[in-house]
């Protein structure tokens, strides 16, 4: 109980320190935040709408990166993910596979986005494949602890009958997980249209390019049409994912 | 002919332990004896699992030898012997997610090496025998269910019935009936037995219910702190016994 509050305590003075060094506590600097902040409200009113067919297109093409971004990635990772399962594959796989998936996830998707406009140009390929990958290095990651937590009881029951390692794999991992698989799948979907919507910033295609302009030109009535238009996909992608789950998700009944 | 009379499994002086730890099985030696059904009776906690699991060929004893239908598995169990030896673990290791006539297939998953599995398909032979052990079950008109909406009785027949599609000699069940009242449990248990008794399955299993090691085991080994302490038939178990010994 004790060691619990000095453990908080401690949590909390770190939080003040840090804070005090970025300048959250001078008053002035924060005052001019404060004002700041409510102008460029103010000039985000009304939304320019004349911009929508413009950010509609956009749109449509950084869902269309995130979407088939993830797919790539999720399809990469499945397998990724199952050779770092240390129940199935001796420590030479594994490990060999933990790194590889540790190694991609330590780059950013934006990174991953920036090297690939220099690789195959700019526009949406380059944004796709750096979702993709960014989505390899989590993917694989997650699936392969998500695997790894399967039921050893099962495993040993199937094993015992004689089957083989991709037997395993087809009857017990994936079935055993197939809940985790597409929950991590609709999240990772969700979170790519956001990351997918600043790759733009590179010239990685989609709507990112739209918000970077209209930033910069200071145009913030047609920003707040670039984002609102956000706000309504990512929100739509959430209650889509939401309804996934419901549809397909196990429970008992 | 010779080698049916052998005993199916046969351990001399095993020990094991796991990794670390302190001496689960002390010195056990049994021989369960070619057909019928032999039963363990202990106290939670004397090693009953463990036993299984070793006789099973799942865990390798420390020391001992252990043989299992007349062959030296004491440094693991070939890969040919291995789908003869049927294992019903407790909690039946099912998996959830697939219907249990896909449950019972993987019974099959021993002698199918095809890609077709791999999709499903499995060869009309073993997809027959499968409905038909199902109906002999009596869980036929549920084999398109998810195993996770079945009751425990259903999961524990759908266990059995993966367990007699991969053919086995020999099959060691944890708690076989455990999950079901008295009558059903008497009632798959006598179905069990006929079909041991038809295709030749010596069966081993734990059980802590009485009335049933009275009427059902052919062999019983009564099991405290790691040890057999005492073998007898079933129908020779009484409570008075079971005191004297396991007290």
């Known amino acids: 109980m004790r060691r619990d509050l000095l453990v908080m305590g401690g949590m909390g003075v770190a939080l003040g320190v840090v804070l005090g060094q970025m300048g959250f506590f001078e008053g002035e600097k924060m005052g001019r935040g404060l004002v700041n902040a409510g102008r460029f409200a103010r000039d985000l009113f009304p939304p320019d709408a004349s911009v929508t067919p413009t950010a509609v297109k956009a749109m449509l093409e950084t869902v269309q990166m995130a979407f088939a971004g993830t797919l790539l990635g999720f399809l990469l990772s499945l397998p990724l993910g199952v050779l770092g399962v240390r129940f199935l594959f001796p420590r030479p796989v594994t490990y060999p596979a933990r790194l590889l998936s540790a190694w991609v996830r330590t780059v950013p998707a934006l990174l991953w986005a920036i090297l690939f406009v220099i690789v195959v140009g700019l526009g949406p390929l380059a944004g796709t494949l750096g979702i993709a990958l960014y989505t390899v290095g989590y993917l694989s990651k997650l699936y392969a602890d998500l695997f790894e937590g399967t039921d050893p009881e099962v495993v040993e029951a199937v094993r015992g009958v004689g089957a083989s390692r991709l037997h395993l794999v087809r009857f017990v991992v994936f079935p055993e997980g197939a809940n985790g698989v597409l929950a991590q799948l609709l999240f990772m979907l969700e979170y790519n249209i956001r990351a997918s919507a600043i790759l733009g910033f590179v010239g990685a295609g989609g709507i990112g390019f739209l918000l970077q302009a209209y930033i910069q030109t200071l145009e913030y009535q047609r920003l707040a049409t670039v984002l609102l238009l956000l706000l309504g996909v990512v929100l739509g992608m959430e209650a889509l994912g939401g309804w996934v789950r419901r549809r397909f998700l196990l429970t008992p009944s | ?247």
């Open chain 2, 1 to 247: 002919m010779e080698r049916a009379l052998r005993p199916a499994v046969e351990a001399e002086g095993v020990w094991f332990a796991y990794r670390g730890e302190a001496w689960v099985l002390r010195d056990v030696s049994l021989a369960v004896p070619a057909g019928g059904m032999a039963m363990v009776m202990g106290p939670s906690g004397a090693g009953k699992t463990t036993l299984l699991k070793v006789l099973a060929g799942l865990l390798r004893p420390q020391r001992g030898a252990l043989r299992i239908l007349g062959v030296g598995v004491e440094g693991g169990v070939p890969p040919s012997l291995r789908p003869l030896i049927g294992y019903i673990p407790q909690q039946l290791g099912l998996v959830r997610n697939l219907t249990a006539l896909e449950n019972v297939l993987m019974g099959a998953l021993g002698r199918s090496r095809g890609v077709g599995v791999l999709f499903g398909l499995f060869p009309r032979p073993e997809v027959e025998r499968a409905w038909a052990i199902l109906d002999l079950l009596g869980i036929r008109h549920k084999a398109r269910e998810k195993v996770i909406h079945l009751s425990g009785g259903e999961r524990q027949r759908v266990a059995i019935a993966r367990t007699l599609l991969q053919r086995p000699k020999v099959v060691l069940a944890d708690e076989f009936v455990s999950d079901l009242d008295l009558p059903r449990a008497a009632e798959i248990l006598r179905l069990v037995r006929q079909v041991g008794w038809r295709e030749g399955i010596t069966f081993l299993m734990n059980m802590h219910e009485v009335q049933l090691v009275q009427e059902f085991g052919d062999t019983v080994f009564l099991v405290k702190e790691g040890r057999v302490l005492h073998q007898c038939p079933g129908s020779h178990v009484t409570w008075t016994l079971l005191q004297e010994v396991l007290r």
